[in-house]
């Protein structure tokens, strides 16, 4: 059975990059019916926060990818390196080394002016030395060739002789080192394959050199490219490497994200658009493209409107209320939110550009600009406006078509421009210039609002006079 999983380091919100790591892994454990696991990487004190460990939490629950094990934490897990390091010790594969902070930095320091590779020489490796404080665990590198892995999607990987050394695994204080967690957590978690950026395939022949000393097959390792920014930088803040909940907050849907981060380095065909069901069925990590993936913020917001546009108008409720907080939303029927969804769904590519435009149809008194009135409504519409206020009655305000037509007919019996009126109409029942398009507006709003707003600002326009 095939197990994946995500392990972020909590030391900063999820950001695009490691939301798609986080989606390959998903996506590969979940087609091939599998398993995928959350693990929180915190074993730097300083750096980890709960905070961070929380919002990474509330990022992947909103994205829907929801983990089967865990989370787990490496913090708590400090007993389980420390059996393995042990085993390792008994096992003459690991040795205690008393070289101090300083003499070791020296000793780098000295390596790295003469340009050579900063490796550790070796000092303590033959001293037999026992377990005592001040001393860390090395792992004891055999005299080995060549270490080589064959990755998923970049095929064989080689790294010269001297590549690692023998590095620690336990700190003098008990701690792991990251490699050595890393890979104690895969082995007992039965990690089958890692998915991860390539920035990590310098870790790799590390990881590897444990895997053998524990005497267990490493999983199977697929590097994929790192996604850069629009200028072909690494992504950064600048560039929108902002928090996934900061892009919730800003009016994007979750599907948005999903389907746009499965597009960014992977394909299907020339398709464009996926649900999670459909990523599901297809996903294929040999499909993923080896070149970086370019994030490109308009791309983003494209997606965005698509989905605000193609998903059930009863699915995007939920996900526009929390844009709705500073209008009564609440003291008006499910089928007038859903009617007024369906007409401004089209036009916008946010759901807090939605709930900005809808504001006037939470307010039955609206406040109209003085200037907006006497442009918008000389004296000449207003009387139109009296008299076709009795019309109203037997308008029909089930569609927007015929609603248009009776509008068009009162406008040539009064020989005025449908424009003209039209735009009389708008500031009365909006408040504004511009509008989503009005017989729509007529139709969401019902006959007895459009009359109740008709009448209101007839008689402000006569105060204005
Ligand atoms: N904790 C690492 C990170 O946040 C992931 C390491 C891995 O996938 O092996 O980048």
Redesign the pocket.
């Given at each position: 059975m095939v197990v994946t999983r995500f392990?972020?380091?909590p030391t900063g919100h999820l950001h695009l990059g490691?939301a798609r790591t986080a989606l390959f892994n998903y996506l590969f454990a979940r087609h091939q019916g599998g398993k995928f696991i959350l693990r929180f990487?915190d074993t730097d004190k300083e750096r980890s926060k709960e905070e961070y460990v929380e919002s990474i939490i509330s990022a992947l629950e909103w994205l829907g990818l929801k983990w089967d094990e865990g989370p787990y934490f490496q913090s708590k897990r400090f007993s389980l390196y420390q059996e393995y390091a042990q085993r390792l010790y008994e096992e003459g594969k690991a040795y205690y080394c008393e070289c101090s902070k300083e003499l070791l930095e020296a000793r780098k320091k000295e390596l790295q002016e003469r340009g050579l590779k900063t490796r550790y020489d070796g000092t303590c490796r033959d001293k037999n030395l026992s377990p005592a404080p001040g001393r860390a665990l090395r792992i004891k590198i055999p005299e080995i060739s060549e270490i080589i892995f064959d990755d998923l999607l970049r095929g064989k990987i080689v790294f010269p002789p001297d590549e690692v050394d023998d590095f620690i695994i336990l700190r003098s204080d008990g701690s792991p080192t990251y490699q050595f967690a890393?890979v104690v957590d895969d082995i007992t978690m039965g990690i089958t394959h890692?998915i991860?950026?390539d920035d990590?395939i310098s870790?790799t022949p590390k990881q590897l050199v444990i895997y053998r000393a524990l005497g267990v097959d490493p999983p199977l390792f697929a590097h994929i490219p790192m996604v850069l920014g629009p200028d072909g930088n690494r992504l950064s803040k600048r560039h929108g490497a902002r928090s996934i909940l900061e892009y919730k907050e800003e009016g994007y849907l979750p599907q948005a994200i999903i389907n746009y981060l499965a597009r960014l380095g992977w394909g299907y065909g020339d398709q464009e658009y996926f649900t999670m069901e459909e990523l599901i069925e297809k996903f294929d990590l040999q499909k993923v493209n080896l070149a970086p993936a370019r994030f490109d913020p308009e791309k983003l917001l494209a997606f965005n409107g698509y989905w605000i546009r193609t998903i059930p108008t009863e699915e995007l409720l939920p996900h526009l209320k929390p844009f709705l907080t500073n209008y009564p939303f609440q003291k008006y029927s499910e089928d007038y939110l859903i009617k007024i969804l369906e007409s401004i769904k089209p036009r916008v590519k946010t759901l807090k550009e939605m709930a900005e435009m809808m504001d006037f149809y939470f307010f039955e008194e609206l406040s109209y600009e003085k200037e907006l009135l006497e442009k918008y409504i000389p004296p000449k519409i207003k009387e139109v406006l009296k008299r076709l206020f009795q019309d109203l009655n037997i308008f029909n305000f089930e569609d927007e078509k015929s609603l248009e037509l009776q509008f068009r007919e009162l406008a040539e019996k009064e020989g005025i421009k449908l424009r003209d009126l039209a735009q009389a109409l708008r500031i009365a029942l909006t408040g504004k210039p511009i509008s989503p398009p009005l017989f729509e507006v007529m139709k969401c709003l019902g006959r007895e609002r459009v009359k109740a707003r008709i009448e209101r600002v007839i008689k402000l326009r006569e105060e204005v006079e």
């Open positions: 392990p972020p380091s490691g990487e890393v890692v991860r950026g990590h870790n």
